[in-house]
């Protein structure tokens, strides 16, 4: 079996567009989404219709959870406040109400468990980032006792992708992976793996990504997609939901200042200072 796993769509109608596209020339089995489909961007209501039709297995997200008020916005930034105060404007009732309907954990018939933000603890999973060795410990030991008998658990959240194995009583160090690289799962192992995101990049990588499992060859390879993330930005900022502290500036000039500072590594910190 062939699994496409994807997470952190925000929204982004563009990027999802892309990957499904990718998923299709890959031909997979089973879909699965690791939550936060909606915030941050416009097209909340077609992203959910893409996923329906598409039949993937979904989890809760927090941004998901916020929107359909199943959890407050403690620690959101200005503008994800903004995208939910938004998302719950625009989003159609049957929509809401099957995104209130996802759980916030799934098992692929015992081949894969999928959380958002961590596998442990029972309540309040959704909001936990597995970005250190002791909270991955665990999430690998709920993995280790999890009835599914699955050894790789997928989570989302932190929009970085991560390949993390658990052998012999020890984290090793992260398995790098890129575009295209296959990683060869070993029996015995354990794994949390995180696809990164298709519409929400916080680096100066902006490609959507997503990961696929072959449960058959017990690989799993990393995606990368170009796609074109002006339109989803040019929405979000006529409807309110982007800064607008370069917007007085020319287009050509805000782009080149935006670039020069992700020369320099610049751009991220600024974006998550301004934002948090
Ligand atoms: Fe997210």
Known sequence: MRIAILSDIHANLEALQAVLGAIAEEGVDRLVCLGDIVGYNTDPGACVALLRDAGALCVAGNHDRAVTRQIGMDGFSARAI?????????????????????????????QLVAVHGALHPDIGCELVRLDGDGERRLSFAALAAHPSGARVCAYG??????????????????????????????????????????????TAERRATFMLLDTARQTLSVRRVAYDDTLAFAKTRRAGIEPRRLAGLPAPLRAAIKAGLRRVGLYEVLLKAFNS
């Open 82 to 110: 903004r995208a939910v105060f938004w998302t719950r404007r625009h989003l159609a009732p049957d929509d809401t109400a099957w995104l209130s309907a996802l759980p916030l954990k799934a098992a692929v018939e015992g």
């Open 157 to 202: 959240h932190t929009h970085r992708l991560g390949v993390h194995e658990y052998r012999d009583g020890a984290i090793l160090a992260p398995i790098l992976a890129h575009d295209g690289d296959e990683v060869a799962l070993r029996p015995g192992s354990y794994y949390l793996v995180n696809p990164g995101t298709v519409g929400e990049p916080r």
